[in-house]
């Protein structure tokens, strides 16, 4: 019996370069503290400028040309033994890891070139797919006209689909007939990066499918339902065929207008720049990637987003996009209150996506996605990631995309 691997020699060298470039910031951090104290602003006020000077300056000046030194000594060694291990099979622990990291940081992970970013692609039983006529027959001998793509969440990875023994893939594809085939990506890129990357690997997986594809259908959960929306405007604009077979976007937990789990994170950030003296660890604050907010302003293509700070209080103006045409589009939400509008939900919604944002209501009516009554439900005392396993989602999943 094969035994599945934990950690890689690929991820050793990763984690050696994070670690090093953590090293370098924190020394930023403490020196930009220590400047600022030692000028002796106000408590509160703005920071001055610049670095440390003299023999202080000289010591955070040595640190950090010798983690530059050990960096490259330690790329330059592991970046030789790297290829000599190859690409074994993974865990789902090692799995879980990374996509937790690149949600937080994989936006850092890519512009670093870190052998830790997760590259998308379109996988099955955690294998990656590529994406031509005699590898997709090779991979799906059995494969069928009902093609559906199941996009996961921040800081998730395509496994994860698989929760308290179900998968709502494999379970349609029981049902219904379904053939499934399951996005696995960095979620911690900007949402309108990997959805114009997702648009394009759909028209490569369509038109390489091993038999004509009679409908196409999305399901995702989170995050997923976003790259599903920006996959939809850049696949129209580039003149894509799949979204002229796409019949139906199922959204699950869905943050159509944005989650306050970013903005906790925004307004520390606010806290800590008040004053010179904590202005420093407002860094940490911004240790999120652009992912998480893109979440925070519902940024769904680039022109949100360029040229702006992402980590300004203010919302700004951002494209409305609708749902798209000619397709029947379905939400579920849900609240792990007993009734919709009970205490419960309005303090704690489904854990990390509120009802209203779930169900794409919003009070500016341009924004409003105005899903038809009979095309939205709401799953009662249901946390976020409980959409992935509760039957009673299923079986609303299955009902909807049978009789669309």
């Given at each position: 019996?094969?035994?599945?691997?934990?950690?890689?020699?690929g991820?050793?060298?990763?984690?050696?370069r994070?670690?090093?470039?953590?090293?370098?910031?924190?020394?930023?951090?403490?020196?930009?503290?220590?400047?600022?104290i030692?000028?002796?602003?106000?408590?509160?006020?703005?920071?001055?400028?610049?670095?440390?000077?003299?023999?202080?300056?000289?010591?955070?000046?040595?640190?950090r040309?010798?983690?530059?030194?050990?960096?490259?000594?330690?790329?330059?060694?592991?970046?030789?033994?790297?290829?000599?291990?190859?690409?074994?099979?993974?865990?789902p622990?090692?799995?879980a890891?990374?996509?937790?990291l690149?949600?937080?940081?994989?936006?850092?992970?890519?512009a670093?070139?870190?052998?830790?970013?997760?590259p998308?692609r379109?996988?099955?039983?955690?294998?990656?797919?590529?994406?031509?006529?005699?590898?997709?027959?090779?991979?799906?001998?059995?494969?069928?006209?009902?093609?559906?793509?199941?996009?996961?969440?921040?800081c998730?990875?395509?496994?994860?689909?698989?929760r308290?023994?179900?998968?709502?893939?494999a379970?349609?594809?029981r049902?219904?007939?379904?053939?499934?085939?399951?996005?696995?990506?960095?979620?911690?890129?900007?949402?309108?990066?990997?959805?114009?990357e997702?648009?394009?690997l759909?028209?490569?997986?369509?038109?390489?499918?091993?038999?004509?594809?009679?409908?196409?259908?999305?399901?995702g959960?989170?995050?997923?339902?976003?790259?599903?929306?920006?996959?939809w405007?850049?696949?129209?604009?580039a003149?894509?065929?799949?979204?002229?077979?796409?019949?139906?976007?199922?959204?699950?937990?869905?943050?159509h207008?944005?989650?306050?789990?970013?903005?906790?994170?925004?307004?520390?950030?606010?806290?800590?720049?008040?004053?010179?003296?904590?202005a420093?660890?407002?860094?940490?604050?911004k240790?999120r990637?652009?992912?998480?907010t893109?979440?925070?302003?519902?940024?769904?293509?680039?022109?949100?987003?360029?040229?702006r700070?992402?980590?300004?209080?203010?919302?700004?103006?951002?494209?409305?996009?609708?749902?798209?045409?000619?397709?029947?589009?379905?939400?579920?939400?849900?609240?792990?209150?007993?009734?919709?509008?009970?205490?419960?939900?309005?303090?704690i919604?489904?854990g990390?996506?509120?009802?209203?944002?779930?169900?794409?209501?919003?009070?500016?009516?341009?924004?409003?996605?105005?899903?038809?009554p009979?095309?939205q439900?709401?799953?009662?005392?249901?946390?976020?990631?409980?959409?992935?396993?509760?039957?009673?989602?299923?079986?609303?999943?299955?009902?909807w995309?049978e009789t669309?």
């Amino acid at each position: 019996m094969t035994r599945k691997a934990h950690l890689h020699a690929g991820d050793v060298h990763g984690f050696g370069r994070l670690a090093i470039d953590a090293v370098a910031g924190l020394t930023d951090l403490v020196e930009a503290m220590h400047h600022n104290i030692s000028s002796v602003p106000t408590p509160l006020g703005k920071s001055p400028p610049g670095r440390t000077r003299g023999i202080t300056g000289f010591v955070y000046g040595s640190i950090r040309g010798m983690t530059r030194l050990v960096g490259g000594g330690l790329d330059a060694v592991l970046g030789r033994l790297v290829p000599l291990f190859g690409e074994k099979s993974s865990s789902p622990e090692r799995e879980a890891v990374l996509a937790a990291l690149n949600g937080v940081l994989g936006d850092y992970l890519e512009a670093s070139s870190n052998p830790l970013a997760i590259p998308m692609r379109f996988r099955r039983a955690g294998q990656a797919l590529t994406l031509d006529k005699p590898s997709l027959a090779a991979a799906f001998p059995h494969a069928g006209s009902r093609l559906l793509v199941l996009a996961h969440g921040l800081c998730m990875n395509d496994l994860q689909w698989q929760r308290q023994g179900h998968d709502h893939g494999a379970a349609l594809a029981r049902d219904l007939g379904y053939t499934p085939v399951y996005l696995h990506y960095n979620s911690g890129r900007h949402i309108s990066t990997n959805g114009r990357e997702f648009a394009g690997l759909l028209d490569a997986l369509v038109a390489n499918w091993p038999v004509p594809v009679e409908r196409l259908d999305i399901l995702g959960h989170s995050m997923g339902g976003l790259l599903a929306r920006s996959a939809w405007h850049y696949g129209t604009a580039a003149g894509h065929a799949w979204p002229r077979r796409l019949k139906t976007l199922v959204f699950l937990g869905t943050p159509h207008h944005g989650a306050p789990m970013e903005r906790g994170g925004n307004w520390i950030d606010i806290a800590l720049g008040a004053s010179p003296y904590t202005a420093p660890l407002s860094r940490l604050g911004k240790i999120r990637s652009a992912g998480i907010t893109d979440l925070r302003h519902t940024w769904l293509v680039d022109e949100d987003w360029q040229g702006r700070d992402r980590f300004a209080r203010s919302r700004g103006h951002h494209k409305a996009l609708p749902l798209p045409q000619g397709m029947a589009c379905y939400a579920i939400a849900a609240t792990t209150g007993k009734q919709p509008g009970d205490l419960k939900d309005r303090l704690i919604g489904d854990g990390l996506v509120p009802l209203a944002s779930a169900l794409g209501c919003h009070e500016e009516a341009d924004r409003n996605l105005m899903f038809a009554p009979e095309r939205q439900w709401i799953a009662c005392e249901t946390g976020h990631l409980d959409l992935l396993s509760r039957p009673e989602v299923y079986a609303r999943i299955r009902q909807w995309l049978e009789t669309a």
